[in-house]
Nanobody
Framework: QVQLVESGGGLVQPGGSLRLSCAAS????????MGWYRQAPGKQRELVAA???????NYAHSVKGRFTISRDNAKNTVYLQMNSLKPEDTAVYYC???????????????WGQGTQVTVSS
């Protein structure tokens, strides 16, 4: 099994920044790709960004140029740097992981518990 623990959520004003972290533990060999999803109230969960162990990335159109996904393989941790935040970025953000990026971007094998991000003045 793989455990994913997120941190870094909170309340931020529009235009501000936050960095989310997700630490993976357990059977790490099962995880070659990681990513972030989000779910706003009344909406479906959506992919935000994903990254392979080699550093290749995918982004949702709505966050390109504002969010950056990165990972530290030595620490088994993935990050999401969120800049120029907008009220519509408000959601619960979930860390996701799987054996390959095609799995993470469609139906992740592992999920974190989620962390709330609220963008409001």
């Amino acid at each position: 099994q793989v455990q994913l623990v997120e941190s870094g959520g909170g309340l931020v004003q529009p235009g501000g920044s936050l960095r989310l972290s997700c630490a993976a533990s357990g059977s790490i060999f099962r995880v070659n790709a990681m990513g972030w999803y989000r779910q706003a109230p009344g909406k479906q969960r959506e992919l935000v960004a994903a990254i392979t162990s080699g550093g290749s990335t995918n982004y949702a159109h709505s966050v390109k140029g504002r969010f950056t996904i990165s990972r530290d393989n030595a620490k088994n941790t993935v990050y999401l740097q969120m800049n120029s935040l907008k009220p519509e970025d408000t959601a619960v953000y979930y860390c996701a992981a799987g054996p390959i990026i095609a799995v993470v971007t469609t139906s992740p094998t592992y999920w974190g518990q989620g962390t709330q991000v609220t963008v409001s003045s």
